[in-house]
């Protein structure tokens, strides 16, 4: 670290460069000059395929160390990183499946001994933090919403703010022209929450009533076994389909900007998830940054969206079948919903939650 240069500088502990929500959460955040200006480096997760990137990147912008790994083993590259580093401070991205309850524990004594002034730590999903101390290391807290709050241990509440998941720039994309024919369309990475079989079967009843609608289902994999057997339930699903001719799937890994671009000339993004622990939906926010109103479920990864969605009352096929078919003969309500979208992104967006984010990192001079 040049100490010549007085502004204070911040490391990260995320996924980086994967097939991962966090990953494109972070990154996105770290591209807005507010952060971009005053990372230091990325302490990332090692990937276990040899691409490449599986090698620390101290030349890049922003450096990579890839220094923990998901699984048993201790951390311990980590652990002597967090505490020899001469940052001012530390933005961590909390999910269940990154460390066992006993890395968290001596992770978080780790940090009660490292020189960062200010210990940021965002919650993806609050499972696996019980007993562990490792929340109460951190000077700040991060959730997406009220929910996953009154998840956290109550003696961290206090230091914990509601930071609602962004919505996605509008500049990474190429806005397309709306297709004639109804389109809907379902994105995300493949997991048995997403119920993309169901929703197959509910639009294949919806269509054998009114056939001038697509689902263009544009999920993709983590490297995942389970996430790779969804993907052969989802082909599956789609090759047994009545209405296969009319499903038109991409189930690789696409750039934001593509997901963005496919997205755009959509009618209706159509979210069937079962409840879950995550606090916030990626492909939500995708389709609020495309303008596509989101026909979805009650869970409670979708508390946080600030409009622009229409809510199934459960998610039986015939149900999410049915407001398919209404929905497909009114859009008038489309527009509105596409108008109220609009309205709230200046509010969310990206650049908005960096700032905030910023200022958390560093308050009080830390």
């Known amino acids: 670290m040049d100490t010549t240069d007085q502004t204070p500088r ?7 460069e994967e097939e991962c929500g966090i990953f494109e959460y972070a990154s ?7 952060l971009s200006e005053r990372i230091e480096v990325v302490f990332a997760r090692r990937l276990k395929r ?17 220094c923990w790994a998901t699984g048993d083993e201790p ?3 980590l652990l002597e990183k967090l505490k020899s580093s001469r940052s001012d401070a530390l933005w961590f991205q909390y999910h269940p499946s990154f460390f066992t309850k006993e890395n968290l524990s001596e992770l978080g004594q780790a940090l009660k001994q490292a020189g960062y002034r200010q210990r940021v730590l965002t919650v993806h999903n609050p499972e696996g933090l019980a007993g562990t101390g490792f929340t109460s290391a951190f000077t700040h807290i991060i959730v997406h919403n009220e929910q996953t709050l009154v998840h956290l241990p109550e003696d961290v509440r206090p230091k914990s703010k509601v930071i609602p998941h962004f919505i996605y720039s509008r500049e990474m994309f190429e806005p397309q022209e709306t297709r004639d024919t109804f389109t809907l369309a379902t994105v995300g990475f493949v997991a048995q929450n997403k119920q993309v079989p169901l929703l197959i079967e509910a639009f294949s009843m919806a269509h054998a009533l009114y056939a ?7 999920s993709s994999p983590f490297p995942t076994h389970a996430s ?8 599956a699903a789609i090759r047994h389909s009545p209405a296969k001719a009319a499903i038109k799937s991409d189930l690789s890994h696409k750039t934001m900007s593509q997901v963005l671009g496919d997205l755009s000339a959509s009618d209706l993004l159509c979210l069937p998830y079962a409840d879950t622990a995550e ?6 926010r995708l389709g609020l940054a495309a303008g596509v109103p989101i026909l979805r479920s009650e869970s409670s990864i979708f508390s946080d969206l600030p409009g622009g969605d229409i809510v199934l009352t459960d998610c039986r096929p015939e149900t999410i079948a049915e407001a398919i078919l209404t929905l497909s003969q009114l859009p008038v309500l489309l527009s509105q919903k596409s108008a109220e979208i609009d309205s709230i992104y200046d509010e969310q967006n990206v650049s908005q939650t960096a700032l905030r984010i910023a200022e958390l990192l560093n308050e009080n001079g830390g």
Request: glycine share 6%; net charge negative.
């Open 10 to 16: 911040f490391d990260l502990v995320s996924t980086w």
């Open 28 to 34: 996105a955040l770290i591209g807005e000059k507010v």
């Open 50 to 66: 040899a691409e490449g990137l599986a090698q620390s990147s101290p030349d890049r912008t922003p450096p990579v160390d890839r």
């Open 75 to 77: 951390q311990t590259d």
């Open 212 to 218: 001038d609608m697509e689902l263009h289902v544009l």
């Open 228 to 235: 790779h057997f969804e993907l052969s339930k989802i082909a």
């Open 279 to 284: 606090s916030a939906s990626g492909a939500a």
